[in-house]
């Protein structure tokens, strides 16, 4: 059940970074970047379940805490146009 839910992420990961690349405007590839940076890290938990590592738990969360901040960061560029104000 892990691995079919597994490959169900890749799959859903792959659309999304065809969005990334031919998104009509910069506000549609910002929101497909943050639905690949969600799945990548649900595929980071469903490997550590899957291969019984907990390693991978602690490297998801990290990635999940950069990925937040990242979005923000990006948020604020298109909307402003720049990051220092």
Known sequence: MILAAL???VISGMVGF???IRGP???DR???ADALSVIFTMV???LSLYIETPFLLDVAL???VLSF???LLM???FEHGELHK
């Open 7 to 9: 490959w169900g992420m």
């Open 18 to 20: 065809v969005r990334v």
């Open 25 to 27: 405007s910069p506000a």
């Open 30 to 32: 910002l929101v497909a």
């Open 44 to 46: 980071l938990v469903l």
């Open 62 to 64: 990290a990635f999940s």
């Open 69 to 71: 901040a990242d979005m």
């Open 75 to 77: 948020a604020k560029y």
